[in-house]
């Protein structure tokens, strides 16, 4: 059946404010606290550090104002904000098969002696903003906290931007700036689901009836075999420029997934992981245990797939077949924040 309104009938998502949706997750315990940053000058292995204390996946970059960093980042109130790198922009800046500005091939990481992958780490942070203006890094998606969310959905959100850096006129530049994800919008609306337009969202609805996790005929499902390194893998996701990749058996059976997610953690101490296979590299990332792989199958009805993604703090769930004979399921697609959101915002 659609939605139910709730009690209260509150603002339609689109009208919503960026600060009336930061409240209301607030005040179901989603706290957004003020961000850290690093400036244009700090190195790749100071980036990287910063994302490792803070358990965080993203960090602004700004201007420097001769500010310095280490480990714990600088404050990102008040200051230029020139990008939003993730830990695989920064990664890819070291490790990728090609350099960000010039696109020339580099050495591979795994042939490079300790002292040149040292000496990458320590290259400024402005290596990995990419020149390539389908990468997400290449601009900075930056509203006004008092902003309605109607642009950031439908020409952000909807069509693959994660995350959105929120700054405030009226709270004066020393404001601490946040940043909202597609994360966060699932969460506003499956609290508030009176906030889309009533009947546009059927939780009842299967995957097969809505048409979610299926790629367009002209494009192919990105996947990598087991036999890989986690090098390899975080190339593939970084070549296609995607955020994940089912890693597939011979068969096609979903064994588990490279995520960005995955990578958290990765300093400059501890890079060099990425010369595992990549199994092996999910289990050190995971105290031992292989990560499970929230799925789903056609049949699967859209209220599980949301309550998967909101209970697991998932990005994404896989689309499969249903188990053979032998316990095991296809990979047949994907299903993302992003669908969801092109869901509310139909």
Same mark, same amino acid.
């Given at each position: 059946?659609?939605?139910?309104?709730?009690?209260?009938?509150?603002?339609?998502?689109?009208?919503?404010?960026?600060?009336?949706?930061?409240?209301?997750?607030?005040?179901?315990?989603?706290?957004?606290?003020?961000?850290?940053?690093?400036?244009?000058?700090?190195?790749? %292995?100071?980036?990287?550090?910063?994302?490792? %204390?803070? *358990?965080?996946?993203?960090?602004?970059?700004? $201007?420097?104002?001769?500010?310095?960093?280490?480990?714990?980042?600088?404050?990102?109130?008040?200051?230029?904000?020139? +990008? #939003?790198?993730?830990?695989?922009?920064?990664?890819?800046?070291?490790?990728?098969?090609?350099?960000?500005?010039?696109?020339?091939?580099?050495?591979?990481?795994?042939?490079?002696?300790?002292?040149?992958?040292?000496?990458?780490?320590?290259?400024?942070?402005?290596?990995?903003?990419?020149? &390539?203006?389908?990468?997400?890094?290449?601009?900075?998606?930056?509203?006004?906290? &008092?902003?309605?969310?109607?642009?950031?959905?439908? $020409?952000?959100?909807?069509?693959?931007? *994660?995350?959105?850096?929120?700054?405030?006129?009226?709270?004066?530049?020393?404001?601490?700036?946040?940043?909202?994800?597609?994360?966060?919008?699932?969460?506003?609306?499956?609290?508030?689901?009176?906030?889309?337009?009533?009947?546009?969202?059927?939780?009842?609805?299967?995957?097969?009836? #809505?048409?979610?996790?299926?790629?367009?005929?002209?494009?192919?499902?990105?996947?990598?075999?087991?036999?890989?390194?986690?090098?390899?893998?975080?190339?593939?996701?970084?070549?296609?420029?995607?955020?994940?990749?089912?890693?597939?058996?011979? &068969?096609?059976?979903?064994?588990?997934?490279?995520?960005?997610?995955? #990578?958290?953690?990765?300093?400059?101490?501890?890079?060099?992981? #990425?010369?595992?296979?990549?199994?092996?590299?999910?289990?050190?990332?995971?105290?031992?245990?292989?990560?499970?792989?929230?799925? +789903?199958?056609?049949?699967?009805?859209?209220?599980?797939?949301?309550?998967?993604?909101?209970?697991?703090?998932?990005?994404?769930?896989?689309?499969?077949?249903?188990?053979?004979?032998?316990?095991?399921?296809? +990979?047949?697609?994907?299903?993302?924040?992003?669908?969801?959101?092109?869901?509310?915002?139909?």
């Amino acid at each position: 059946m659609p939605m139910s309104p709730s009690p209260t009938q509150g603002a339609p998502l689109r009208q919503t404010t960026f600060r009336a949706l930061l409240d209301a997750l607030a005040a179901q315990g989603r706290a957004h606290p003020p961000l850290v940053a690093v400036p244009s000058t700090a190195s790749i %292995k100071d980036a990287l550090a910063v994302l490792a %204390k803070h *358990h965080i996946l993203s960090v602004p970059v700004v $201007s420097p104002r001769a500010a310095s960093t280490s480990g714990a980042g600088i404050a990102a109130a008040g200051r230029q904000y020139i +990008c #939003l790198l993730s830990v695989v922009d920064l990664l890819g800046a070291v490790v990728g098969a090609s350099t960000a500005k010039s696109g020339r091939p580099r050495t591979p990481w795994g042939s490079r002696s300790p002292a040149d992958r040292a000496a990458a780490l320590a290259q400024p942070v402005d290596l990995a903003m990419p020149l &390539d203006n389908a990468r997400e890094a290449y601009r900075v998606w930056e509203r006004d906290i &008092d902003d309605t969310l109607d642009d950031t959905l439908r $020409s952000g959100f909807a069509k693959a931007v *994660h995350r959105a850096l929120l700054t405030s006129v009226a709270d004066g530049p020393t404001a601490p700036a946040k940043l909202v994800t597609q994360s966060d919008i699932v969460r506003y609306v499956i609290a508030h689901p009176d906030s889309v337009t009533p009947g546009a969202v059927d939780l009842d609805k299967t995957v097969a009836d #809505l048409a979610l996790g299926q790629l367009p005929k002209d494009r192919t499902l990105v996947t990598i075999s087991p036999d890989v390194t986690a090098l390899d893998a975080f190339q593939t996701m970084w070549n296609a420029g995607v955020q994940a990749v089912p890693i597939v058996d011979a &068969d096609g059976a979903l064994v588990a997934a490279m995520s960005a997610a995955a #990578l958290r953690g990765l300093t400059a101490a501890n890079v060099d992981a #990425l010369d595992l296979p990549v199994l092996e590299f999910l289990k050190a990332q995971n105290q031992g245990q292989l990560p499970a792989v929230a799925t +789903c199958t056609p049949t699967t009805p859209l209220r599980d797939v949301i309550t998967a993604i909101v209970q697991g703090a998932l990005h994404r769930v896989y689309l499969t077949t249903a188990d053979d004979a032998s316990g095991k399921r296809k +990979c047949l697609g994907v299903i993302t924040l992003t669908d969801l959101i092109r869901l509310f915002v139909a």
